[in-house]
């Protein structure tokens, strides 16, 4: 009897298995613990502990000649986090929990806030992914915990 309530327990518990391995979609399933999130406090300001990104939200799209582009996106909400990184001319395109385990530790090099200089914001982005210089445009939103919301832009001549 007892063998057959965890097998019947097993067999039950399947289909959720399944549903979950189908997941193609930017949603990542195991968020750092730490990473900052948006999330207004009551007082109206966001909750800032210790956080392992300087920020809630990056969305980063740099435009090359020839079509390739290098396209970053993260968000961290309180209902959960996306992520996906594509990089045309390094033939990468990642999604969900392998997009995310590309960007952490370039992430974690950043160290601006929402007072840095644009110039200084765009040099560490550009250092941290190692991004070419013959971009035609570099554009870069960001959102940090405290509800600031800042764009980076910078074009070539």
Known sequence: MMNN??????????????LAGCNDNDEVSNPPEDAPQE???????????????????????VHYPENNTFDV???????????????DMDDQNLQSDEALAQMTPLFQELTFDKDTADDE????????FNLPDDYESFELDVDFPDGTEKEYRDQTK
């Open 73 to 87: 996106d993260y968000e961290k909400e309180k209902d959960g986090m996306e992520a996906s990184y594509q990089d």
């Open 39 to 61: 999330e207004q406090a009551e007082n109206g300001a966001a909750e800032t502990d210790e956080q392992s990104f300087p920020f809630t939200s990056f969305d980063l799209e």
């Open 121 to 128: 914001v765009i040099k560490q982005v550009k250092e941290a």
């Open 5 to 18: 309530w965890k097998t019947l327990s097993v067999l039950a518990a399947v289909p959720f298995f399944l």
